[in-house]
C-alpha cells in the first residue's frame, strides 16, 4: 500500500504560481507512474499530468500544457506539480494518484483556488 498526502494549495490571484507536492510512505513510488488529477465543483475529476517512474516520460492535458510542470524525487519518495500563469478555471481541488496500467493509489487532495 501506498499513503500519498497532498500539500502546497491555496488562494491565489490568476498569473500566479503554486508548487504543490504530494509525499508518498508505506512504500517507495519508483517502480510507479504518478499522476495528477483535479476536481472542480459540480465537474468529473479530470486528468492534469502524469510522469513514468524515472521521469523519462511526461503527458499533459492540453489545458495545462506549457503551463504546469510535473516532476518526481524518487529519493524523497515525492512528486510535485508547478504550476505557472493559473487561470481561475484551474480552480479545483488536485489529487496525487500513484500506479502502473492504473491508479489505484490516492490522496485526498489540496485545495487551490485562483481568483480573478
Known amino acids: 500500500q501506498v499513503q500519498l498526502v497532498e500539500s502546497g494549495g491555496g488562494l491565489v490571484q490568476a498569473g500566479d504560481s503554486l508548487r504543490l507536492s504530494c509525499a508518498a510512505s508505506?512504500?517507495?513510488?519508483?517502480?510507479?507512474?504518478m499522476a495528477w488529477f483535479r476536481q472542480a465543483p459540480g465537474k468529473e475529476r479530470e486528468f492534469v499530468a502524469s510522469?513514468?517512474?524515472?521521469?523519462?516520460?511526461?503527458l499533459y492535458a492540453d489545458s495545462v500544457k506549457g503551463r504546469f510542470t510535473i516532476s518526481r524525487d524518487n529519493a524523497k519518495n515525492e512528486v510535485y506539480l508547478q504550476m505557472n500563469s493559473l487561470k481561475p478555471e484551474d480552480t479545483a481541488a488536485y489529487y496525487c494518484?500513484?500506479?502502473?496500467?492504473?491508479?489505484?493509489?490516492w490522496g485526498h487532495g489540496t485545495q487551490v483556488t485562483v481568483s480573478s
Open positions: 508505506g512504500r517507495t513510488i519508483s517502480t510507479y507512474s
Open positions: 494518484a500513484a500506479g502502473t496500467t492504473t491508479y489505484p493509489f
Open positions: 510522469i513514468g517512474w524515472s521521469g523519462a516520460w511526461t
